[in-house]
């Protein structure tokens, strides 16, 4: 007689809406230490953020909430793409999010251009079974606007720039 | 010889650019906690939050990175007006931040309507002289949103406001 839905646990501590959001996630064989270095440190972040054959020229990051997210990105021929964006959280091993939707300093931004829609992403790092579990959300305000998104390889390119990061900072063990 | 810039210690910790932002500071007979408490319980919040005539009808209020801010305000005839906005930071007796451009659970928004402009409010609490120096920010990304935002008596509403809530946490006193 009853009818009612079967909610399945959540595997990811990021709130998402899989008709505005793009989903991300993996286990990985890095700490949250290590993950959240990889992605805090600039010096770092160049040398994995973008899959080849895209390169992260320049990174600046100020991983604390209103602080700057910024980055310069290229193509082997193509302009250079540059993001600037505000962190909204910033907890050491935990969690991590920013908007493209502010500038520094918590201000907002009006985006209307073409593909100029804002998202907010959000990461978080769970210790599991010696690696860490990663989940990565991607949000927006309307459909199409995930649709842009995805568009743009986010799967793949994440997966990417994973692979890169973990090379990276396996390597870096003592 | 030398020619130099003489810049004034800012008397706020808030970031704020005049030509886009709106800004209100003002020296408090209340402890950073009762305006904490003003601020953040919305059974508190509802008695003060709007200059009479108008009146704060609900309020919501989940103080914490990506919490909830919403109220329902309503003039003695007028419609009633919702904001349902985020809660960008949160630290109890010292700094409050929202924002309407998104919301909660950090999801961007498109505010694209008739007077309906993204804005950040800031508010910092700090003690001084056995009382507190408070201090209100607007941010906004064009300074055409900063004029429609002080055409709405932004000053003038937030100061008698604010005396409202002084009279309220006064009388709350054991």
Redesign the interface.
Known sequence: MGHFAVREKPVCPL?H?PA?DLYFERQVDLTPDEMWRAWTNPALMVQWFTPAPLRTLEAEMDAR??GRFRTMMAGPEGPTVEGDGCV??AEPGARF?W?N??RP????????GEGDF???A?LSFESRDGGTHYCAVA????PEDRERHGAMNFEEGWGAALAQMVTLMQGLRG
């Open positions: 709130n809406v505005l909430p209103g909204l959280a999010a908007t939707a502010m300093g918590f201000r907002p931004l009006v985006l209307n804002p998202f907010v959000e949000r927006h305000a309307t």
